[in-house]
């Protein structure tokens, strides 16, 4: 059974960072594309990054420069590391792995970030 979890959501002042994990079982983090979300009450889910297979990343505009999407096959986690926070960065942030071979399209539960001083 396929199976993300996210954690290091957290408060933060305007400026600062976190970093976000996602540690998948059952999945392969390496193997497959993956992508972190974000979504706000009332408002579409929207992609923040993404990173392919073989490494291709894709950013929103309105985090390019602030925002590094990684990968640890050691610990099957994925990272998103922020940097230069905003307030309009809070939201809850969601991982999600789309597996090749085998279709399948997975998503965590969430791990909330606020931004505010």
């Known amino acids: 059974q396929v199976q993300l979890v996210e954690s290091g959501g957290g408060l933060v002042q305007p400026g600062g960072s976190l970093r976000l994990s996602c540690t998948a079982s059952?999945?392969?983090?390496?193997?497959?594309?993956m992508g972190w979300y974000r979504q706000t009450p009332g408002k579409e889910r929207e992609l923040v990054a993404a990173?392919?297979?073989?490494?291709?990343?894709n950013y929103a505009d309105s985090v390019k420069g602030r925002v590094t999407i990684s990968r640890d096959i050691g610990k099957n986690t994925a990272y998103l590391q922020m940097n230069s926070l905003k307030p309009e960065d809070t939201a809850v942030y969601y991982c999600n792995i789309r597996r090749l071979g085998i279709p399948g399209d997975y998503w965590g539960t969430g791990t909330l970030v606020t931004v505010s001083a």
């Open positions: 059952g999945i392969s983090v390496i193997f497959n594309d």
């Open positions: 990173i392919t297979r073989i490494g291709y990343t």
